[in-house]
Structure formats: C-alpha cells, structure tokens
C-alpha cells in the first residue's frame, strides 16, 4: 500500500442516486478543496456548506464539509464533497482533485491511516469493515460492538494483566535472590488460569460469533418425495421452489435466505437421493452430499408416510424432521407438515438454538472472525504452557511462553501487526473507507 499524500475516493456507494459523497483526507485537503469550492473560507469543523463546486467542464451546487485533524476519523485533515449522484459529476470531481495533487485512495486506506494515527485498535478497524458487508440484524449489532471496542476492552484486560505479569517475572530472573523464583511462579499462576478463563470465554463465543458474521448454512436432504422443497417453501413462508408429486423434480441445489432472531440462514434444498442412472439427477444427489458436508445444519427430512432414515456424511448437527403429520403418525422430536406449516415455527427455533448454542449476548464481546479465533487459540495454548511451566517452578520457561501470548493477543489488537498483516486486512475494504 501506498503510504503519505492526499487521497481522495468515492465514499458512498457507486451508481447512479440521489447524492453522491466524494471524500479527501490529507494534508492538502481543504487547500484542494478552496481550489474548486465557492465558500471554503466558511468550512467551520463539521459543519456542511452549500456552495458550488467548479470541476472545470462541469459545475454542480454541492454541500461540502470539513473535520480538521486531529478530530477527524483518520486523525488527519477530511473532507467530503456531497454532490449530485451522478456517475459524471463524480468522475468530474475526482478527476479535478487528483489534477490538484490528490492521489486515488487505496481500498481501506481511510481506516488504516486512521488505525496508524491511534484512533481506533486493529480488531475496531476490521468491525468497520464487517459492519459494511452485514447481511443481517445480528451481524451489524456484533460488528457494531466490536466497532465500539467490545473485543478490544476484553482482550486488553487480558494483555494488560499478563504484560504486567511479564514484568515480574523478568524481575525475578534478573534478580534471582533465594526463594524469589518459587515465590513469583506461585503467585503467577492465579493471574495465568484467570488469564486462560477470560480467554476461553472469548473461544467459546466463536461458534455462535462466526455463524452470525457470515450466516448458517442450513442442508435439506432426504429421499424423493419428503417433501424437502415443501419445507423450504414453509420455512420461507413463499413458494420458492416448485413443488409437484412427481419424484426427482428437484433435479439441482436451490439457495434462499430467511431472517430469524436477526440471524441470516440459508437454506439448500437439494435433489432426493436415490439410484438413478438419469445425467442430470445423479449430479443433483452428488451436489446434495456436498451440500450436506460444508452445511452448519442439516435436516434430513424423513417422510412419516414411507419412512426411510437416509445416512448422511456431515460434520454439521443433523436435526431429524419427521413430515407429513397431516397424514401419518409416529416421529421423533421435531415433527412437522410443511403442507399445513405445523411445526414449523418450533423447526426454525430449534434451528436457530442448535447453531447459536444457546443464543447470543448482546452488547458482549465476540469473536466473530476467524484470524482472532485462530490468535486466541494460540494465546491460550501458550498460557497452558506458562501454567504448566509454573507448577513446575521454571520461571524462565514461563516467562517465554507469557511472552508469546502476549504476541498473539497483541495481533488481535495490532499491537504488533506486521505491514504484511494489515495489507492483507485492509485490501479486503472497499475503496472509500
């Protein structure tokens, strides 16, 4: 990435609307800016200005505004021009800014410019990009915590309580006066296990944390004729797919989305699985095997008229759906008829608890992303070797090993990012934040 000068980028979405925001951040910002924009001796900080903005060959009346360093979002000078939407005004301006000395701004150079000025921690800079790509309730309600520091507070109660425990026993092993180790080491260890608990409950919340980023992939598999695509429709509560009593019309995999309890879930309705020598429906049972490996949740459903209890290859958690209540009897626990859609508000919310694990905590924090997950691990697995290391009295290996969750804590937060680390996160953000 590049790094200095004055940027400028689109910052609202692009296309063609009502208003279109163009933003600039940098030294030269309100200077680029007086040089196109009729009222800019009366930019006060944060307040919007209507004037008119002179792109050369087009003019158009803009509101523009100003947030001068260091109370702006990246620490720097930043301005913003709301102007017309349409995709040439845009072009215009851009063009005339970057004639006056800005450069195109990189994808997430805003918030790493404003993560390097200290106004937000690694893990906040990435909320802000889950926030934008939220596809449901629960994924903007997690981001938005993690935006405000959740995560940030609870892993920096941990660092800051091994960091000073790392003090310590860097003491005791420059001074190692008689009883000194074997006295630090007992009094470690209980900063060592609390350190561990903090850290498993943050684990622990991966499994619902990653499910309400990116959503529950939910399979329903079956034989012909369970009525699986019956299910989806009543799932949905719309006719998505074509349902006939023909055996084998779901031929491929069909893919809709439902909400519940701000949760996105998706679901796969797949073909019957059976013995064909058919083409097409013998590719349709493969896709419906693969579909049920990669799938959080699958529900095999199991047609109580002509039952047949399918075997399924998953590592997700497999619900038995017994259907067709409206004409047979018997089943298990979750019986339904997705003719009628008894049942089917109990199905959704057995759904919803077998892939939150018992639902969710607003407001607390979460591991939602998969490098933290993977950097908690790690900070956990080298707590377990200082613990071990300190019923043993070898400080020095200890003292090792507390240095290295540190690391891996301070990776969640960035205080030891390497530039690699953040090219990789921040080339993932649109261009304009």
Do not use: W
């Not at 990009?129 to 309600?141: C, K, P, R, V």
């Amino acid at each position: 990435m590049k790094s200095g000068g004055t940027i400028v980028a689109l910052s609202s979405a692009a296309g063609r609307g009502a208003v279109s925001v163009v933003r600039m951040s940098g030294p030269d910002a309100v200077a680029l800016l007086g040089a196109c924009f009729s009222r800019v001796g009366r930019l006060e900080h944060g307040r919007m200005v209507l004037g008119t903005f002179d792109a050369g060959r087009v003019r158009d009346r803009v509101f523009a505004v100003a947030f001068y360093a260091p109370d702006s979002y990246t620490g720097e000078d930043v301005c913003e021009v709301h102007c017309h939407g349409s995709p040439e005004i845009v072009s215009a301006v851009i063009a005339r800014l970057t004639e006056l000395g800005a450069r195109p701004a990189e994808p997430g150079e805003f918030t790493r410019r404003a993560f390097e000025a200290g106004k937000m921690s690694l893990d906040e800079a990435e909320a802000v990009g889950d926030l934008i790509n939220a596809q449901s309730a629960a994924a903007i309600a997690a981001a938005y915590d993690g935006m405000r520091g959740a995560l940030h507070k609870a892993v920096s109660g941990i660092y800051s309580a091994l960091l000073d425990l790392a003090a310590e026993m860097t003491a005791a092993l420059d001074y190692p006066e008689e009883d000194v180790e074997a006295r630090t080491a007992a009094e470690a260890l209980p900063t060592v296990r609390r350190a561990r608990k903090d850290l498993k409950d943050l684990i622990d919340s991966y499994g619902a944390g990653e499910k309400i980023r990116g959503g529950v992939r939910v399979a329903i598999v079956g034989v012909p004729n369970a009525g699986k695509s019956s299910l989806l429709n009543s799932l949905l509560g719309r006719d998505r797919a074509i349902v006939t009593a023909k055996a084998g019309t779901t031929r491929d995999t069909i893919e809709e989305s439902y909400e519940y309890k701000g949760v996105l879930f998706t679901l796969v309705d797949t073909a019957g699985v059976r013995e064909t020598t058919d083409e097409a429906e013998a590719a349709g049972v493969a896709r419906s095997a693969e579909a049920a490996k990669t799938a959080h949740i699958v529900l095999r459903v199991i047609d109580l008229s002509a039952p047949v209890v399918l075997p399924v290859e998953t590592c997700g958690i497999v619900i038995d759906v017994y259907n067709k209540t409206d004409i047979a009897d018997g089943g298990g626990e979750t019986r339904v008829s997705a003719l009628t859609g008894r049942g089917v508000k109990e199905l959704k919310e057995r759904i919803y608890s077998a892939a939150m694990n018992g639902g969710i905590s607003p407001g607390g924090a979460m591991l939602t992303n998969s490098r933290h997950y993977a950097l908690a691990l790690e900070a956990d697995e080298e707590l377990s070797h200082a613990e071990s290391a300190l019923e043993a009295d070898a400080i020095d290996l200890a003292s090792a090993a507390v240095g290295g969750a540190l690391a891996a804590l301070g990776g969640i937060t960035g205080a030891n990012a390497t530039e690699d680390v953040l090219d990789g996160i921040f080339s993932r953000f649109c261009v304009g934040k």
